[in-house]
């Protein structure tokens, strides 16, 4: 495997190649994954990269960022592409096939205790063989093993977990499906390289492991979100039933546990997240913090003087933008002159919350004072907008929104999620997640106090442009990758 860096038939060079795995996220979505992405690909031109993504399927798409000449798309791994799957049964026994398999992907990722080492060898196995997965699961032996490993998960006690939810027959039918989906991704073949790297702990971790397993490749693991985590949170949230939110949360912590075990490196981007991995269990001798970066201007353009608060972020249940809405509803109370606007769009997948968020905005009669402006290409240029900017998010890692927004000297209110309070101290205000009340009262107080705003904001661009500039972030990956591949 080492013979492959830097190599290509008839070309020779000492660049090694990465094969950058993401979920839902890089190229076709915009956000702050996706940008931390973007700055990787387009900052170490001494990579050779092929990017991956894992994306629901059946949908068109076109790129949201443009790849430099250093990177290549290298396909995509598509799930939930099929509109009408064709599930009529058969009773013959399929010539060679494993036909245990479901029951041993139920069994490893729906158990408390999974076992990474079946789990990775059935991924191998779908990956050496793609064309007997489907037939596989429309067999009744197939059916019949999930059969037998679903009743062994439902009748698991663990400590630590509470008992499974009884599932019915349309519960198993949709589990079944889900497992069929992992066992499509990880069949789909992958481009060799010297380095993968994921950058989420779930479903993207599929095709690393079976590549791992089949070349030895280095795996580096980056979590901007702790993914279980965060799979947690939407789940105590949703409305969904308990036997959805039980699959979920089960797949999320098998993904998780698998991608820890396996990855050679974590690399969290903030000491928080570092934090929740070694209480997942991963050794510390493999987490290497490396924070997050921005371009800092030497001399940044003064606020606008207009009473003007932004966000910049996607409208998901993660961000709470019902919060954002509430706390502007009471900032208007305090600063009636004050006016706000909110760039990003709707997370795939999440058009509910977002319509759920145009009811709220007119149920508290915000009108144009909160402007939801969609998507941006300059998000630099929409915090010059700001007097303040400000982020209510439940969960996050280190965003780069609240990065760009000190590296041009705004000052910012924000909730106290991840490494959000490490970084804002001092530079601005912390409030709860939720507490619309202290973060209205923090917004207010930056609008009516202009030289506060401004001390603030200065501290905040020197924080960044001492421990966040994007020369550091970009010397920590070129260094590690480069020692991964070797």
Avoid at 11 to 39: A, Q
Avoid at 49 to 63: E, K, S, T
Avoid at 340 to 348: K, S
Avoid at 370 to 391: H, I, K, N, W, Y
């Amino acid at each position: 495997m080492r013979a492959l860096q830097g190599t290509r038939p008839g070309v020779t060079n000492l660049r090694p190649y990465v094969l950058l795995t993401t979920e839902g996220t890089y190229p076709y979505s915009v956000g702050g994954v996706s940008l931390w992405c973007d700055f990787i690909v387009k900052g170490l031109p001494d990579i050779q990269w092929r990017i991956l993504p894992v994306v629901a399927g059946g949908l068109r798409r076109a790129l949201a960022f443009e790849l430099p000449a250093h990177a290549v798309l290298a396909g995509k791994i598509d799930l939930w592409s099929e509109q009408a799957p064709d599930w009529r049964w058969s009773t013959r026994r399929v010539a060679g096939a494993h036909t245990g398999l479901p029951g041993v992907l139920v069994r490893e990722l729906m158990s408390w205790h999974g076992d990474v080492g079946a789990l990775t060898e059935s991924l191998v196995w779908c990956r050496l063989r793609p064309s007997r997965v489907r037939r596989v699961f429309r067999s009744v032996q197939g059916w019949k093993s999930f059969l037998g490993g679903l009743h062994e998960v439902l009748g698991e006690r663990a400590d630590g977990a509470g008992a499974a939810p009884p599932l019915d027959v349309i519960d198993a039918a949709r589990l079944y499906q889900t497992l069929y989906w992992v066992a499509r991704a990880a069949a789909v073949p992958t481009p060799r390289s010297d380095v993968l790297h994921v950058t989420a702990a779930g479903w993207a971790v599929i095709p690393a492991l079976v590549d791992q397993a089949l070349h030895g490749t280095p795996l580096l693991v980056t979590e901007h979100g702790v993914y279980v985590r965060e799979a947690y949170l939407a789940a105590a949230r949703s409305e969904g039933s308990p036997q959805a939110r039980f699959v979920s949360t089960r797949l999320a912590r098998s993904f998780a546990h698998a991608a820890y075990a396996a990855a050679d490196v974590v690399a969290p981007v903030v000491d928080a997240n570092a934090r929740w991995e070694e209480g997942l269990d991963v050794d510390p001798a493999k987490i290497r913090v490396i924070y997050n970066g921005v371009r800092v201007s030497g001399q940044p353009s003064p606020p606008p003087g207009t009473r003007t608060v932004v966000s910049v972020g996607r409208i998901d249940p993660l961000k709470d933008v019902h919060t954002m809405l509430r706390v502007m509803a009471e900032v208007l109370r305090l600063v009636p002159d004050a006016h706000f606007r909110h760039y990003g769009p709707v997370t795939e997948g999440q058009d509910a919350y977002g319509d759920s968020c145009l009811v709220l905005h007119e149920q508290l009669g915000l009108a144009d004072r909160f402007r939801f402006m969609g998507t941006t290409s300059d998000p630099d240029g929409a915090v010059r907008e700001a007097d303040v900017v400000l982020m209510t998010s439940i969960s996050e890692a280190l965003p780069l929104s609240i990065l760009e927004a000190m590296a041009q000297a705004r000052p910012v209110v924000a909730t106290g999620v991840g490494g959000v309070s490490d970084v804002v101290r001092g530079c601005g205000f912390i409030a709860p997640p939720g507490d619309v009340h202290q973060l209205a009262v923090g917004v207010a107080t930056l609008l009516r106090d202009p030289p506060l705003a401004d001390q603030l904001g200065k501290r905040g661009h020197a924080r960044v442009a001492r421990l966040f500039n994007q020369h550091d972030c970009l010397d920590s990956y070129r260094e590690l990758l480069t020692d991964l591949a070797a």
